[in-house]
C-alpha cells in the first residue's frame, strides 16, 4: 500500500461543536487533521491504500459519514505557470519556455484568465503532457487525473463517485501506457 497525501474541502458542520473533531475521527478520519480555515472545514489526509482513486473515494465517504457536505478536493486543479514548476520539480523559466512553445510543443492551453498574465492551466492536462515527455511519473499524471475526476464528480453530484473514478482511471492510464 502507499500513502496519499491530498485534502478535502468540505462544509455543513459547526466547527465550534462539541463533538466536531469527534465525528470525523469516529467516520474513519482517524488519518487527518481537521481544521476550519477562512469558511471551510478542512481536512487534511495522509492515507494509505492501493490507489490514488481508493483513497481519494474511501477519504471523501468518511468525511460524508461524518455529516459533513465535500465541496471539492485538493490539491487545487487549477494551477499557475510557478504551481506547475513547484509540482514538477521543473525550474520556472523551463515551465515558461513550454508555455511559450519555445521548447516542445503542444503544451496545453490555459483554461482561465486566459488573456491575464497569470493564467491558469488544468494541472491533469499538463501533468499528462509532463508524463508524455517524461518530466514526471505515471502516479503523478494519475493522482492528477483522480483528483479531477473525484471534483468533476463532486460537482455533477454523481451518486457512484468510485465508479465514475474508476472509469475515468482506467481510461487515463491505457493512454498513458499507451504513449
Not at 106 to 112: C, E, G, K, Q
Not at 153 to 166: F, M, S
Amino acid at each position: 500500500m502507499t500513502t496519499f497525501e491530498f485534502s478535502i474541502i468540505a462544509s455543513g458542520l459547526d466547527p465550534q461543536a462539541d463533538d466536531f473533531e469527534t465525528r470525523f475521527y469516529n467516520a474513519g478520519c482517524d488519518d487527518a487533521t481537521v481544521s476550519f480555515q477562512k469558511g471551510h472545514i478542512i481536512v487534511d489526509f495522509a492515507r494509505e491504500a492501493d490507489s490514488i482513486g481508493e483513497a481519494i473515494c474511501s477519504a471523501v465517504e468518511c468525511v460524508q459519514k461524518a455529516g459533513a457536505r465535500v465541496d471539492r478536493v485538493e490539491p487545487d486543479p487549477l494551477v499557475s505557470l510557478a504551481e506547475i514548476a513547484a509540482r514538477s520539480h521543473l525550474t520556472r523559466a523551463a515551465v515558461s519556455l513550454y508555455a511559450k512553445g519555445e521548447r516542445n510543443a503542444d503544451f496545453p492551453a490555459p483554461v482561465v484568465r486566459v488573456t491575464s498574465p497569470t493564467s491558469l492551466y488544468d494541472w491533469a492536462e499538463v501533468a499528462t503532457w509532463l508524463f508524455h515527455h517524461e518530466k514526471i511519473s505515471r502516479e503523478e499524471a494519475l493522482e492528477a487525473e483522480a483528483v479531477k475526476a473525484v471534483n468533476e464528480a463532486i460537482a455533477g453530484q454523481d451518486p457512484e463517485l468510485r465508479e465514475a473514478v474508476r472509469k475515468r482511471l482506467e481510461s487515463r492510464e491505457k493512454e498513458l501506457e499507451a504513449a
